[in-house]
């Protein structure tokens, strides 16, 4: 059970404490669906099993949002946005699958936390919000968070170490298509275009890394326990962003970011457990200068919005 210190225990209402335990819950079964995922390295290729678990998860929103909206929930506003929750959702997977087959489980996760000051940045390029100047300190706090973690990871495997990377910033690009829509649907209709979306262009990648001759990039027909998996991962992400949306409807989305670095927690005791990854110390001082960044960005952004609030009221 969640404790919190008596001091606090005043300030947390009823609904902020069960919105916290209800993002604790989604975010653990999260960072559990990544550890399935990298049960799968060496015996299927990323890029297969990203499309599989897309395939899986939009077909079964698809019926869901049927059976409950009909065809009139089947509605596609704003293509453009759309686009691009789909497609940098789709980068962003198949990006985080792939590192979590060549690295550390909690390496790929701790640096997939840059995406909160990834989004922030390309923020004020692409939707004209300002970056305050805590955006720039957070932002070179975290990449000298990456540079540290990365620094085994690069020298063992070269480039592609710099995948989770790329998958935060396919996160932040599908986070700012998601305000360009923002009530435009249903949250489950949302839900189904960005997992369709996301699905044809991982099928679109697979297929073409399984014609590309390399042999790493091969899709064969899966063992049933690929096909298990997948449809575990798919099910068990779809609960967990369910729980998560519960969550911030209870206690509010500003509230309940600490709790995302949980599935840090959770990968690395993953990594631990079954893969003998054991993080070591220039490790753990990356991941603790990420999450730093993340936090010390989510309490500016919070004074922030008071000092809008009380300006505006």
Known sequence: MLVFPRKLRPILHQSDRSGLLFALAGFSILSLGDGVIKSMAGEWPATGVAALRYAIGAAGLAI?????????????PHPVAQLMRGVGMGVATVSFFSAAFLMPLATATAIAFTAPMITA???RFILGEP??????????????GVLIMLRPSFADIGWPALLPLLASVGFSISIIGNRMVAGLGSTLS????????AAVFLVCAASLGSVSGIPQLAV???????????????V???????????????????????????????????????????PDAMTLLGASIIIGAGLYLWREGGQQRRANMAANS
């Open 64 to 76: 869901i949002l049927l059976i409950k909206e009909g065809r009139a929930g089947f509605v596609f």
């Open 121 to 123: 940045i390309l923020s």
């Open 131 to 144: 970056a305050p100047r805590a955006t720039w300190l957070a932002s070179i706090a975290a990449l000298v």
């Open 190 to 197: 949302m839900q189904v275009i960005v997992a369709s979306i």
């Open 220 to 234: 064969t027909v899966p063992d049933w326990t690929i096909l298990a998996r997948c449809a575990l991962v798919a």
């Open 236 to 278: 068990t992400a779809s609960s967990a962003h369910w729980l998560v949306y519960i969550a911030t409807t209870k206690a509010g989305a500003a509230t309940i970011v600490p709790m995302t670095y949980v599935q840090l927690l959770v990968a690395a005791m993953l990594g631990i457990m079954f893969f003998e990854d054991v």
